[in-house]
């Protein structure tokens, strides 16, 4: 009994459970399931069917787990091992870690701070090294100019995808994630500053390598970009990373922009986590729709649309921030 | 244009190079030159229009000649109907002609071809020392020479 | 590895690597430009110009298809018509349409084959899956008039295999009304995606200079503007009988290059709509063979519009000779050169596929452009590896 308690304390419940790695794992299976599925649809296909045929195969995701799991995982002889081999844990757990400082409703939270929206944006940094540092330990070349196709991509999305989440902050004068939802009660940001709305959207698929910004591993180019010397269950690692990179930049991007856990029938935490989590995951699953539509950019368009495009929007979204406070208008939460 | 009015054509235009033209209905001609004499006939028939060569076909007669046929024809309206063969005889123990990459830079790939299946040399073709559907290490016969014989398995054997 | 104060790379892309298919393709990169490019081909070479020379005339038919099997048709038939200039016979003008008819639905469905793998090669694996599967209804009427889905060996000296099914005309109609429809989601999707023009506009622009000069063909030469086709040039089957037009595009970039092969099948629907209303009642075997069935089986083979073969094709002799074919493909100009010695086997058969003579454009246009523009060149020239080794 005591342990069950113990399971639904917030510090340990949100790292662990939801929206942490339970709740982002579960995600992954259904996402990754539902990415072939509307690809499928689009297509004219089926998609995956057999692996328990009543719910369209909806296990398959769980099938592909075992194959993983089971496949030797062959490491290069040329490696550097300890890199090869760190790498897609750092990665994985840099992509999920952010998920600590996300609240899930006004009361539940694992920490409150000042800055959870800094500490949740400075966290998702961190993880593209790891993916330059896969790129060289591989010795490969093809892992090599993925890696280093990520190194350019992060200098030309991360601006502008800060600058976006900070003009939010500057409209709800508050860096603090609870406030910032809380803020939202009535008008939801995305209203107020659809600018913003917008261009962070763009870019956090552009983090995440969504369709047309699927560059680092473009796979008719450079095979898999820096995971292409990997196999078993440590490509699974990198394979899952980017789609929880995604998924906990939905979930911020819903508190920012999506009213976070409003409008709230129920004070329940439990209701509140959900109506955050569904929005979190139409956003990743949007993003999985993208592949059916797009074809990829190439890299220096990718990159020319973070610098002439996205960076512009994002001082413009500061602006059209200051200009709505200037023009009176209140969001604080007394 | 008709048939008899390029070849007239062409045997003016090649005047003085020792050139036999003939002409098949209903759209072919047929000019034989001298291999010295080649490098100066394609160039002269390139002038007249002839811009591209389709095939590139290198005949073996064994202990008796060469026949290296250059199938050219034109992209444009008035000359596309016709081809026009240049063909070359080579004495079998010296298969060297010189190439004509610079007259028509289409037969780049095929000089190439026969050098590697059939061993003709093409003297100042680039890619004279390349293999190009044979492998690298490959040094026998040229396979497609008459004494290159396939092994036949199954129930033709 | 690379050395220090080297500044280029060398990549080897094949033929092991998803977009290089049975080729490799040696480049050398600084930094993202590619600095030259050499394809290096070979890989599935099957020497069938030698084994033709062991084999009889009518065993080279379906040796010849093999090589380019999404786009059987145009060897066959430039093969069969090598032979009947040396054996001096026409074939009936039903035949002659109903070739006209297979390379028609043949060209289509080889173009969505190139658009296809062209799809996926820059990313778009929407425009992969369609193209295949509106493959599918052009190989169902093919397979219905022929026999077989790919390697259909339906054209032989003096005429085809099989005659017309019944109903035939109808489900082709179905199928091109379908298509229509199609042609229109694909636009939406694809060929007006901003995605797909940022790719593919501007990118490995053949000048209408060099494309003469390199002497390529197909639909790669007629998108540098040369409105060239043999169809025009050299008529044959149907063709002098039917209204068509020649599509060419100005650019001469990779987007020209798709927008060809989607113009050429608007076209070649109104081929088969004509073929389909004008074809004439009659023989589909030369009557210098039909004579030589047996009269019970001529019969039975007129009702069931099957040919028997004569005994004669068994030891097909081909007076000596020489003769040059030539056929416009899906994907370009097939020669074909025959060297008869009056053998039961030609003594010398040289055959130049599109692919080959395109090959050439991998190091000419690749100079300069980034690595990503790489495959977005490859699918645009609808290069096929197999059909370029022979």
Redesign the interface.
């Known amino acids: 009994m005591d342990i069950l308690k113990l399971l639904f304390e917030p510090y340990i419940f949100i790292p662990l459970v939801f929206p942490g790695l339970v709740a982002a794992f579960l995600l992954l299976l259904i996402i990754i399931w539902l990415e072939r599925k509307i690809?499928a649809k689009?297509?004219?296909?089926y998609g995956p069917l057999y692996v328990f045929k009543p719910l369209g195969g909806v296990i398959q995701t769980i099938a592909d787990l075992l194959r993983y799991l089971f496949q030797e995982p062959i490491v290069p002889r040329e490696a550097d091992k300890l890199a090869f081999l760190m790498t897609p844990v750092f990665l994985f757990g840099l992509a999920y870690l952010p998920v600590v400082a996300v609240p899930i409703s006004p009361t539940y939270y694992a920490f409150r701070s000042d800055v959870s929206l800094l500490i949740v944006m400075a966290l998702t940094t961190l993880a593209p090294i790891f993916t330059v540092l896969m790129g060289w330990s591989s010795n490969n070349?093809?892992s090599l100019?993925g890696g280093v196709r990520e190194g350019y991509l992060v200098i030309s999305y991360e601006i502008p995808m800060f600058l976006s989440a900070i003009s939010m902050a500057i409209l709800y004068k508050s860096l603090d994630l609870v406030e910032i939802a809380e803020a939202q009660k009535g008008l939801w940001g995305v209203i107020l500053n659809p600018l913003a709305a917008i261009n962070m959207l763009l870019l956090m698929y552009m983090s995440t390598s969504k369709?047309?910004f699927?560059?680092p591993e473009?796979?008719?180019?450079?095979?898999a970009g820096p995971y292409t010397e990997y196999s078993g269950i440590i490509y699974g690692l990198v394979m899952g990373a980017s789609y929880v990179k995604l998924y906990v930049l939905s979930l911020v991007y819903s508190i920012l922009f999506l009213g976070g856990w409003n409008p709230l029938p129920i004070n329940d935490p439990m209701v509140a986590g959900a109506m955050l989590f569904v929005k979190a995951f139409l956003l990743v699953a949007l993003g999985a729709f993208l592949?059916?539509?797009?074809?990829?950019?190439?890299?220096?368009?990718a990159i020319s649309i973070g610098w002439k495009i996205a960076f512009p929007l994002s001082l413009i979204s500061v602006v059209i921030s200051l200009l709505l406070i200037m023009g009176g208008v209140s969001l604080v939460v007394k | 244009m008709r048939l008899d009015d390029l070849r007239k054509e062409i045997e003016e235009k090649l005047n003085g190079l020792g050139a036999e033209v003939s002409s098949k209905d209903p759209n072919l001609i047929e000019v034989r030159v001298g291999r010295d004499k080649l490098v100066e006939a394609a160039s002269k028939l390139r002038e007249m229009g002839l811009d591209h060569v389709k095939a590139v076909t290198g005949i073996d007669y064994p202990k008796e000649r060469f026949e290296v046929v250059y199938i050219t024809s034109s992209y444009s309206d008035s000359l596309s109907h016709f081809l026009v063969n240049l063909r070359v005889s080579l004495p079998y123990d010296d298969p060297r002609i010189p190439s004509l990459v610079r007259v028509w830079p289409s037969v780049l790939y095929q000089e190439q071809e026969e050098k590697d299946l059939l061993g003709i040399e093409f003297e100042g073709n680039p890619r004279m020392e390349e293999r190009l559907l044979l492998p690298d290490s490959y040094d026998g016969i040229p396979p497609l020479r008459k004494e290159f014989k396939v092994r036949v398995e199954g129930i033709d054997a | 590895m690379i050395s220090s104060g080297e500044r280029e790379l060398e990549l080897l892309i094949g033929p092991q690597h998803p977009a290089s298919g049975h080729m490799r393709l040696v480049a050398k990169v600084d930094g993202d430009v590619v600095v030259e490019l050499r394809p290096n081909i070979g890989y599935v070479h099957r020497s069938v110009e030698k084994l033709a020379e062991v084999k009889k005339y009518l065993q080279i038919i379906p040796l010849v298809e093999r090589p380019s099997l999404a786009d059987t048709t145009a060897n066959n038939l430039a093969y069969v018509m090598a032979l009947e200039k040396l054996l001096g016979i026409e074939p009936p003008e039903r035949a002659k349409y109903l070739r006209t008819l297979l390379a028609e639905i043949n060209r289509i469905h080889s173009h969505l084959y190139g658009l296809g793998i062209h799809g996926v090669m820059i990313g778009s694996s929407t425009a992969y899956m369609w193209c295949f599967g509106d493959r599918e209804p052009f190989l169902e009427l093919a397979q219905e008039l022929t026999g077989a889905r790919l390697t259909y060996s339906y054209i032989i000296p003096g005429g085809v295999r099989r005659d017309l099914p019944a109903g035939l005309g109808e489900r082709a109609e179905r199928v091109l009304r379908y298509m229509e429809n199609r042609m229109r989601d694909y636009f939406n999707l694809y060929f007006n995606n901003p995605v797909v023009r940022a790719r593919l506009e501007g990118v490995g622009v053949l000048s209408r200079h060099d494309a003469i000069n390199l002497g390529i063909t197909g639909p790669n030469l007629r998108a540098s503007g040369v409105a060239y086709d043999v169809r025009r040039a050299e008529p044959y089957a149907a063709y002098p009988e039917l209204e068509f037009d020649i599509v060419t595009e100005e650019a001469g970039d990779s987007f020209a290059r798709v927008m060809v092969r989607v113009r050429e099948i608007v076209e070649s629907m109104r081929i088969i709509r004509q073929v389909i209303r004008k074809i004439p009642e009659g023989p589909i075997l030369h009557e210098s063979y039909e004579k030589l069935i047996p009269p019970k089986l001529r019969e039975s083979m007129k009702q069931r519009g099957m040919v028997k073969f004569p005994s004669v094709f068994a030891n097909l002799r081909v007076p000596p000779g020489e003769a040059i074919s030539r056929v416009e493909g899906g994907r370009g100009e097939v020669v074909f050169h025959i060297v008869s010695d009056g053998k039961l086997s030609p003594y010398r058969m040289r055959m130049v596929t599109p692919s080959f003579r395109n090959v050439i454009l991998f190091e000419h246009l690749t100079r300069g452009v980034r690595v990503a523009d790489i495959p977005a060149i490859y699918g645009s020239l609808d290069y096929f590896p197999p059909e370029a080794d022979r």
Do not use: T
């Not at chain 1, 689009?42 to 296909?45: E, G, S």
């Open positions: 690809a689009v297509q004219l296909r070349k093809f100019i369709f047309p699927e560059i473009a796979e008719s180019e450079i095979v592949r059916a539509v797009y074809p990829r950019f190439r890299i220096d368009q």
